[in-house]
Every structure is written in structure tokens, then in C-alpha cells.
């Protein structure tokens, strides 16, 4: 090792005036003048002297340390006392005052020439020789920071230990160095000791305790030690004061703290402005950071360095400020550093999120040097824009690759759907021996839930429980979400009995939703809440908003939202999208635009939220207009933003198709977006709702791909719609070859004969479905919130404790409103009874026993609010508009095609769902 540093010292040449330069004389009367001097800051200086000899030297004095501690008498010796004879060392008067002066000054440089160069080996020999001199509290303090600088922390104490008067630069040093070493609880401990033992503290001294502070979030005690520094007047200090602003940004809850600290700087610094700035960016207030950035480039442009752009690049990315994302492009460029690497890799992944591929492929063009980490964002921002051909070719392409490049193929392929693929490229990982990680694990599980095999999900449960990770809280929550989605939500609640994590508790929640049981969900949030197992955070918040959203739970979602303002969870840009959804599909559409409104960042979801809700209250107009001004604001759309904007056209005022048409084409050439399925299948239902049922059939024939169902399924209901039977029968024959037992798209047909008047045919489809055992479908079910419980409701559901007073009030309304017009269509009765059992089955459907119930509880004047799970049938649509006008009330209906008001014996849908 000596051979090595030796090497490496000799070839630099230091200059006239270097720190490490030595006296050529001691001082007068025979005593080494100090080499050291501290100056107001705390740093030690060395006096100078030419060091022509000097460096020839370093290395015979570094070996000459390690000789003399073995025992050795080495030809040099630095560390000779000073009372030492001329006559012993053979050496003339000059020569002698010049090896006596060597004793502290060499001991110094040797130190700091063995920290410059990771020298464990000659640090301990210095040690050892200075054990052997008289104590000097300030070669004590150089060698404990050189044990610091070499990660030697107890090496270190055991200095300060033994050192009989330690000073401010003993502890404070001390301090800093347990404080970086997650020893932060001893770093207090040592600065009580030193205020017990009467030494003051200085400015380097507070800002050590309050790393500690930081580190081991004791906010309290950085108050207590913030007074103090008031007290003491060294909050005045630049490098204090960004100590206390880093605290309180750390402390998420105390940033107007930070912001105060702040703005009664006296004097900044570039650290204060990045450290204010990047405390605004992890509380997620984004657009605050960007206006602090632009505060410090009106003050000095050239004072803003990398760590400035990189941090106003990840607020940029997470408000989708795609403008102000170029202009700190541009910015860099100016000052130099559009070459940084690191600053490269964050532009492609800012570009991955909130620009183009084009975007991100310029800027991995121009860089001159790429990294592992250039590659890997390079592949994130692929599969980001759903190109994962291009991801694979990229990885294959990688010169190197890590295990979080393979990470990025296996979430990327996740992240698109393509389950299948993601196990195969686990298994290839697995084979050649990649690191992995709770990372790979969790998206490898949630490959496994896309593809819902059971047998598939069972062998990965084995692999990582083997494998040691079946106790990660992340991967407990991910097998639980996987068992959902697989419709084992037995198996899933064994799993959960044997857990007991917070983010299980949400994954459970979830899973109750989505497999109609929404009802259980909530039940399991309030179990947990009053058990106190549930830890009330974003991701709890986030998965009882979309529980009670799902249910249409006004009333519990208005509580959980004055939750989140209370505990601060306002900032969060996805507890804020999922009040935006909860909102809209409870029907409060001003209170989410309110909620949209309020937000202080957003992303692309938080637009799709406002979007969807629009087209959800079949408002098409609205939704198209919000889509001008996220475009004004520069938010890249994604895949679902075009899904919901091509649905948004079935609802506009006038006949947009055209428009829509024109949209529909520039999605891949202006946005970067192949069309998907269910691109097409909205595009094919948008054409069949303004009548095109002709042109939709033949752009299904035309297309590049095998079209799936859900395209055949969208045209089949627009030939519902307008009674096309002719299309109709083509694309039912379609279906069934592809989907023999699906048992909804039996129904559709038969519906659709019924609705054209051909009786016989549609007896003849229900016919079918009785051979084929299709007539037990997932009962349909209708439910209404009263005084903050569900109750749920099926066809001839007679298990309320009030069907009695229903079923009763249920035949006076039907006399009711068959006086005012109605007529019972029985052609939505499938069982094959006689006409007025047909009718028997008809008016007692699930949503006219909710609404009854409805009628029943709720006060004159107020909305009666039911859900449905799937889509209403036309004779409780037109039941629904009789009963708005014979008694006066507005009934709010959410199915599975939206909303409909009914109001004054008319509905929002135009008769068109």
C-alpha cells in the first residue's frame, strides 16, 4: 500500500504557497513554532516553506513511521525528541534544528497525506508514534478527523477518549462524524457533554447536532438547539441557518418554518437557495420550487450549479411543467452544463415523463459519455411511452447492465400488460443468476395478477416465500393484491390473517372492490380504523377514496377528505386525484373541480380524473374543453387520456365525429401513442352512437390486427342502439366464435332481437344460453346509501329487514306510473314463463327496489342517489323516468355505461346509454 501512495504523491509538484508546506527553521529559543493556526471558521492552516526536499521525502518518512513502530531503526526518524545530541545523529547545528522540528509538523502532513489516500495502514502507525510524544489536543483533533475521513468512528472515540482537556474542535468533530455515521443518538449524547463540561459550543458545533437531528428525526430537540443558537447568536451564520432550513424541511410539517428561515437570511448562499428549494420539492410543493428557482436566476444566473437544475428538473417532473422543464434545458446549456451526466440522465427521465421519446432520445444522442444509468433511463422512458420493442432492443444494445436494468425490463413489461412476457423474462433472469431484488419480486407478482392464472400465482407464492422474502411488507401487500386479482379472495384472506402490515390493510381493501364486494371494503376500513391497525397515510387514503367512489359513499368520502386537510395529506398529488375521482363518481362534479382546482401540483391522472368524471356525467363538451387546456399547460397525454377523450365525442351536443376522427389518427404522429383495443373499441362505439354502423364495421375489417372482443362488442351494442339487426347478426356470430360461453354478449343479441320487434329469435338465443348453462350469470345488484349504510338489493331480494314496506310501496308506484304511461317491457325477461310472470319478474328488478327504498327513507327535496353494477335495463330506465314524474323527485342513477338524472319524467342520457 505504502509503494502505491508513495507513487501517487511524488508526481503532483506543489505549488509556492501549498497548506503542506513546512518551515525551513524553528523558531527562536530551540521550540518548533506550531505549524497550525485556527482561524474564525475552525480550519487549520499550515505555515509554508519550501518543500523542493519534501516531496522526495514522503515516501521514506511514511515508511520510516511503519519501521520505527515495528521495532525497526530506520535511517530517518521523523519522531526523534528535541533534546536528542548533534554528536548522535552526526548531523551539523542547521541540520539538527531542522530534523527536531519534524516531531508535530511531519505527524500532520502524514496524516492528512494518508486521508488523502485511504491509508488505514499508515494512520495507525502515526498513531502509534504519537502515543509515544507528549499530548497535543490539536494533533488529537487532526487525527480523529482522519479516523472520521477513513469511516474509523470508534478509532476515533477511543482518541477523544484519551485526550485529558478535549476542545470544541475535539467534540464537534466528534459529533459530525457520529452524526454521519447513523450514531446520531450518541452525537446528542456527546453535545450534552460538551455543554456539561463548560465547553461552548461553536457554529460548526450546531451545525453537527443538527445533521444528528436530522438524520434521526428528533425535531423537537433541533427546536430546543435552534433557541439555543438564537440564544447564542450563531443562527446568523450562512452555514447554521441551511443546517436549520434542512431540518425543517425534512420535518415535512414545519416547511413555512424553513421558508421563514429563509427570508431572514441576511446573507445566502447557493446551498441555502438549493436547500429551500429541494425542502419545497419533497413536501411535493412543485410549482413553489420552480418560483424560488426563478427568483435565483433574476439574482444571479451564473450562481445556479448542477444540484440547483437537477432539483428544479424533478419539481418540473413532478408538476408536469413541461415548459419550465425546457427552459432549465435551455439554462443549462448556457451555463455548461448540458454535458454533466448526471444532469443528462435526469433530462431523459423528465423527458420520459412529461416530454416525448423524441425529447429523450435528443438528449441521449448528444451526451458524449453514458453510464449504466443513461441505458437504464433510456429504457424506462421506452416502455413510459409503451414501446417496448425499442426497450428490449435498447437493453440488448447495453454495453454493461446491472441488475436494475433487468429490474426496468421486467417493470416496464408489467407496466404494459404484458404479463406473460415478464414471466418468461423472470424466469431468464433467475437462470442467469441477476441479483434480485423486493423490486423484482413485486413486479414479477404483479405480472402474475395481470395473467389471473391461479396455478401460475401459486408456484410464485412458493418461489418467494423460498426465496426469504414472504415477511417484506411490500411483497405481502403485492401477493395480496396478486390473490385478488386472481379471484382468490379466500386464499387471500388466510394471507391476511397471518400479516400484520398497514400497506396489507390497503392491498385488502382493494381487493374486496374489485371483486364486487365493496360493501366488505368498507366494513374492513372501519374494522381496521377502530382496531387501530390501520396507519391513516397516502396510500390508505388513496384506497378509501377509491372504495368509497366505487360505492358512491358521499358522505364517508366527505369525512375521509376532512381527514386529509387536517392531517396535511393535501400536497399529495395522489390522495388529490383520488378526491377528484371520488367526487365524480358520487356525482358532485363541482366539488371535484373544486378538488382538481385546489391542488397544488398535478399530473397526467389528476387531468384523466377530470376527464373521466365529465364523460361519466356524459358531459362531452366539458371534457373536450379540459382537454385544451391540459394541452395549454403542456401535459404530455397518455394511453387512457385518448380513451376517455374518443368516449368523451358519444356525449357531445352536436355531431363531432369528424373531429373525433382527426383526433383518433394524430395520436401516433403528433403524441407518440400507438392505438390500442380499446382505443378502437371506444372509436368504434363513438361511430355507432351517431349512427356510422356501417363505417365502424368496415374500419373493424380494415385494421392491421386481429381485432379483440371488446371492438366486436362496442359495435354490437351501437347495433342495439339503433335496432341495426342486420350488422347485428354478423357481428353476433363474430363473437360467439370467439367467446362461445360468454354469457353477457347472449344477452346483447337477445336484447337486440327483442328491441327490433323479432320475438322468435330472441326466444331462440335465450334458448341457446339454457342448453348451454349460460342462464346463471353474476346476479345483477343495486344499492343506496342511507345514514351512512349500504343497502344492497337484487331482483326479487326479499332478505331487507323492510321488504315488506318496500315491496308494498314498490306495487303503489307501479300503478302509479302505469297511469301516467308506463308500459312493462317484457322482452328484458330472459326465463321462459308466462306474460304476467314476465311482468312479476320485471317489476321487482333491483333498481326499482332501491329507489323505492329511496323514496321510502329519504325527506321531499332531497336526491334519491342509486348504483347499479352493471348497465340499467331500458324497462327500469323508462320505470326510473315515470317515477321522477309522479312524485316530484330527481333520481340520480349510476350504472355501468354513467349517470342518468331523472327529472320531470326525462333523462340526461337523451335515451341513448
Not at 482522519?146 to 474542535?169: H, R, T
Not at 358519444?650 to 383526433?663: E, I
Not at 382505443?679 to 349512427?691: E, I, N, R
Not at 343506496?784 to 306495487?811: C, K, T, W
Request: with cysteine.
Amino acid at each position: 500500500m505504502i509503494q502505491s501512495s508513495a507513487a501517487a504523491i511524488i508526481l503532483p509538484c506543489f505549488p509556492t504557497q501549498s497548506p503542506f508546506h513546512f518551515p525551513s527553521k524553528p523558531a527562536r529559543g530551540g521550540h518548533v513554532a506550531p505549524p497550525f493556526i485556527s482561524n474564525p471558521s475552525g480550519a487549520l492552516h499550515v505555515r509554508c516553506r519550501s518543500t523542493s526536499s519534501v516531496q522526495a521525502r514522503l515516501p521514506e518518512e511514511a515508511s520510516s513511521v511503519r519501521k520505527h513502530n515495528q521495532g525497526i531503526e530506520p535511517n530517518f526518524h521523523p519522531f526523534r525528541s528535541s533534546n536528542s545530541s548533534s554528536t548522535e545523529r552526526g548531523d551539523d547545528d542547521d541540520d539538527d534544528d531542522a530534523d527536531s522540528f519534524v516531531d508535530v509538523d511531519n505527524l500532520l502532513y502524514l496524516l492528512r497525506f494518508s486521508t488523502k489516500y485511504s491509508d488505514v495502514e499508515l494512520v495507525r502507525a502515526v498513531h502509534a508514534s504519537i502515543l509515544k510524544i507528549e499530548e497535543d489536543t490539536h494533533l488529537g483533533n487532526v487525527l480523529i478527523g482522519a479516523y472520521l475521513k477513513l469511516g474509523l468512528v470508534l478509532d476515533a472515540y477511543q482518541v477523544f477518549k484519551n485526550l485529558s482537556e478535549p476542545n470544541v474542535v475535539s467534540y464537534s468533530s466528534l459529533i459530525s462524524g457520529f452524526a454521519k455515521s447513523n450514531r446520531e443518538f450518541e452525537a446528542a449524547e456527546l453535545f450534552f457533554r460538551m455543554r456539561s463540561s463548560g465547553v461552548e459550543p461553536n457554529e460548526y458545533s450546531f451545525v453537527a447536532i443538527l445533521t444528528a437531528c436530522m438524520r434521526a428525526s428528533r425535531f423537537e430537540l433541533g427546536c430546543q438547539v435552534h433557541a439555543l443558537g438564537i440564544k447564542m447568536g450563531f443562527t446568523d451564520y450562512v452555514f447554521v441557518a441551511n443546517a436549520l432550513m434542512a431540518l425543517y424541511g425534512k420535518s415535512g410539517g414545519c416547511l413555512d418554518s424553513a421558508i421563514q428561515l429563509f427570508e431572514e437570511m441576511p446573507e445566502r448562499d447557493i446551498t441555502s437557495w438549493n436547500t429551500v428549494i429541494s425542502s419545497l420539492v419533497d413536501g411535493s410543493l412543485y410549482e413553489k420550487a420552480l418560483k424560488f428557482g426563478r427568483d435565483l436566476v433574476k439574482i444571479d444566473e451564473f450562481r445556479v450549479d448542477e444540484l440547483t437544475l437537477l432539483t428544479l428538473l424533478t419539481a418540473c417532473t413532478g408538476c408536469h411543467a413541461v415548459k419550465q422543464g425546457k427552459e432549465i434545458h435551455g439554462h443549462a446549456t448556457r451555463l455548461g452544463l448540458a454535458t454533466s451526466l448526471s444532469l443528462c440522465n435526469a433530462m431523459i427521465g423528465f423527458y420520459s415523463k412529461c416530454g416525448t421519446i423524441e425529447n429523450a432520445l435528443t438528449v441521449f444522442d448528444t451526451m458524449q459519455i453514458r453510464d449504466v444509468i443513461t441505458w437504464t433511463q433510456l429504457i424506462s422512458a421506452y416502455m413510459e411511452f409503451g414501446l417496448v420493442d425499442s426497450a428490449v432492443k435498447t437493453f440488448e444494445k447495453m454495453p454493461e447492465r446491472n441488475a436494475i436494468s433487468y429490474n426496468a425490463i421486467l417493470a416496464g413489461f408489467s407496466h404494459n400488460s404484458q404479463g406473460l412476457n415478464a414471466l418468461n423474462f423472470f424466469t431468464m433472469m433467475v437462470r442467469n443468476g441477476v441479483e434480485l431484488s423486493d423490486f423484482s419480486l413485486t413486479s414479477v407478482i404483479t405480472a402474475c395478477g395481470l395473467l389471473a392464472d391461479l396455478e401460475t400465482s401459486r408456484q410464485i407464492h412458493g418461489f418467494v416465500t423460498k426465496f426469504g422474502y414472504g415477511s417484506n411488507a411490500h411483497i405481502e401487500a403485492s401477493l395480496l393484491d396478486m390473490y385478488t386479482r386472481c379471484g382468490r379472495m379466500r386464499d387471500a384472506e388466510i394471507l391476511y390473517s397471518t400479516q400484520n402490515n398497514p400497506i396489507a390493510l390497503t392491498s385488502m381493501m382493494s381487493g374486496y372492490a374489485r371483486n364486487g364486494q365493496p360493501d366488505e371494503a368498507i366494513s374492513h376500513f372501519h374494522r381496521s380504523l377502530s382496531e387501530g391497525k390501520l396507519a391513516m397515510d397516502e396510500a390508505a387514503l388513496t384506497t378509501a377514496l377509491g372504495v368509497c367512489g366505487a360505492l358512491g359513499f358521499r358522505e364517508l368520502g366527505k369525512q375521509i377528505h376532512s381527514f386529509v386537510v387536517k392531517a396535511g395529506f393535501e400536497a399529495d398529488v395522489g390522495v388529490g386525484n383520488s378526491l377528484v375521482s371520488m367526487y365524480s363518481k358520487c356525482g358532485e362534479m363541482d366539488e371535484a373541480i373544486k378538488s382538481f382546482d385546489a391542488m397544488s401540483a398535478r399530473d397526467v391522472v389528476s387531468w384523466n380524473s377530470l376527464i373521466a368524471g365529465h364523460v361519466l356525467h356524459r358531459e362531452g363538451d366539458k371534457a373536450l374543453a379540459l382537454w385544451s387546456s391540459m394541452e395549454k399547460a403542456g401535459v404530455r397525454p397518455d394511453s387512457i387520456t385518448f380513451v376517455l377523450l374518443i368516449s368523451a365525442y358519444k356525449h357531445t351536443s352536436s355531431d363531432l365525429v369528424d373531429h373525433c376522427r382527426t383526433m383518433f389518427l394524430s395520436m401516433k404522429p403528433t403524441y407518440g401513442i400507438e392505438p390500442a383495443s380499446e382505443h378502437y373499441a371506444s372509436f368504434v362505439g363513438v361511430l355507432g352512437s351517431w349512427g356510422f354502423v356501417e363505417e365502424a364495421e368496415e374500419m373493424i375489417l380494415e385494421l392491421p390486427f386481429e381485432p379483440d372482443v371488446s371492438i366486436w362488442r362496442a359495435l354490437l351494442d351501437s347495433c342495439r342502439l339503433h335496432v341495426n339487426t342486420t350488422v347485428g347478426r354478423r357481428v353476433a356470430k363474430r363473437i360467439l366464435a370467439m367467446e362461445p360461453r360468454d354469457p353477457s354478449t347472449f344477452v346483447l343479441i337477445s336484447n337486440l332481437y327483442s328491441a327490433s320487434g323479432r320475438w322468435h329469435c330472441a326466444e331462440a338465443t335465450r334458448q341457446e344460453m339454457r342448453e348451454k348453462g349460460m342462464m346463471r350469470k353474476q346476479p345483477c345488484r343495486s344499492w343506496i346509501i342511507h345514514e351512512n349504510e349500504i343497502h344492497s338489493f337484487y331482483a326479487r331480494d326479499v332478505s331487507h329487514p323492510q321488504s315488506m314496506d318496500i315491496y308494498r310501496g314498490l306495487e303503489v308506484l307501479i300503478l302509479e306510473c302505469m297511469r301516467a304511461g308506463y308500459e312493462p317491457d317484457t322482452s328484458f325477461v330472459l326465463q321462459e314463463v308466462e306474460e304476467y310472470q314476465k311482468k312479476e319478474f320485471l317489476f321487482y328488478h333491483s333498481a326499482k327496489l332501491a329507489a323505492t327504498y329511496g323514496l321510502l327513507t329519504t325527506s321531499p327535496g332531497q336526491v334519491i342517489r342509486v348504483v347499479k353494477n352493471v348497465v340499467v335495463c331500458g324497462d327500469c330506465h323508462s320505470f326510473l323516468k315515470h317515477v321522477s314524474a309522479v312524485s316530484g323527485r330527481e333520481i340520480s342513477l349510476r350504472d355501468g355505461s354513467g349517470f342518468h338524472f331523472f327529472s320531470d319524467g326525462q333523462c340526461s342520457c337523451r335515451d341513448y346509454w
